[in-house]
């Protein structure tokens, strides 16, 4: 909120035809805040791991700025902390982190709710994702000519360069 005050200001002279001038003098002070990143894109993160990011808060305003709420919408981004105060020509970090739990991509927002008259709200928009990727040794096998009630056996290395689990059906 912000905080006003007004004032008068009275100037006695020996001028004979207005010896009194009265001037009216009038300020606040507010918070304002602003945000080091409008988006986060953490990539690829490995399922159970935790990837983080700082977020700057700065109070370029001219009241404390209080930050009553920073919260996200999706399971796997957390935020801390999640209310805090900032002076007038200050700043703090806000840490986000992602923890996939399943492979996938998420988008998640993250809204930090203050006492900035002019903007109460800012929305940070989170990307990441987890995904399985496989490689193959060969991509095709050559048998050869195999004499019919022979077998012949070759290998195929298969490898998960992803970072989520690459489960195989057949």
């Given amino acids: 909120t912000a905080d006003s005050i007004s004032a008068q200001i009275t100037i006695t002279s020996n001028d004979p035809i207005s010896p009194e001038k009265i001037i009216v003098v009038k300020g606040s002070s507010q918070p304002k805040m602003s945000l080091s990143h409008a988006s986060i894109d953490f990539g690829e993160v490995v399922v159970g791991k935790s990837a983080e990011q700082a977020v700057r808060i700065d109070n370029t305003g001219t009241a404390d700025l209080q930050i009553t709420r920073v919260a996200s919408n999706h399971s796997t981004v957390t935020v801390s902390p999640t209310q805090l105060t900032i002076p ?38 989170v990307r990441g994702s987890s995904y399985p990727k496989i490689s193959l040794s060969h991509s095709s096998i050559d048998f050869g000519e195999v004499m019919v ?9 298969i490898d998960n360069i992803g970072i989520a689990g690459l489960n195989i059906q057949s």
């Fill in 88 to 125: 007038p020509e200050q700043h703090q970090d806000v840490t986000i982190t992602f923890t996939p739990t399943a492979a996938g991509a998420i988008s998640a927002q993250i809204v930090i709710t203050s006492n900035d008259p002019n903007a109460p709200e800012k929305t940070i928009t």
């Fill in 149 to 157: 009630g022979s077998s012949s056996v070759r290998t195929v290395q």
